[in-house]
């Protein structure tokens, strides 16, 4: 499991696009995992998902919340993965997030063997 911070040579409105990418082996129906937590305030892009594996499926939300006892606010709500070749676009239910949020990676439902799920995350700094 990573999360690493890049900067992608694309960018939005004049701001640099950045990324960060979060690897899951072997998801769990019950993961709740801080992915990683952002200083200053963030607008996601895109979310790309790309689940490996022998039929993988994993159904899983992405939040943000500023305290990790509370249950956040859903920046992917609950939705099923399964593309193993070229990724699934997420449909965004909140991309603003707040400075000082932690972005959380909480999973209801996985099948499949050997998974391994990739999530790219390509954000502009607010």
């Known amino acids: 499991m990573s999360a690493t911070p890049n900067i992608n040579a694309k960018k939005i409105?004049?701001?640099?696009l950045l990324s960060r990418?979060?690897?899951r082996q072997n998801p769990t129906a019950s993961d709740t995992i801080?992915?990683?937590?952002v200083d200053e305030a963030i607008t996601i892009q895109e979310i790309i998902v790309v689940s490996q594996g022998t039929t993988p499926s994993t159904t899983f939300a992405l939040k943000h919340t500023t305290d990790i006892s509370s249950s956040g606010t859903d920046i992917v709500s609950s939705a099923t993965?399964?593309?193993a070749?070229?990724?699934t676009t997420a449909t965004l239910s909140d991309a603003t997030?707040?400075?000082d949020s932690f972005?959380?990676?909480v999973t209801s439902?996985?099948?499949g063997s050997d998974v391994f799920l990739n999530i790219d995350i390509r954000y502009t700094i607010d």
């Open 13 to 16: 409105s004049g701001l640099p």
């Open 21 to 23: 990418t979060f690897v």
């Open 34 to 37: 801080v992915m990683f937590r």
């Open 81 to 83: 993965f399964t593309n």
């Open 85 to 87: 070749t070229t990724g």
């Open 97 to 99: 997030i707040p400075a």
């Open 103 to 105: 972005i959380m990676f």
């Open 109 to 111: 439902a996985v099948s």
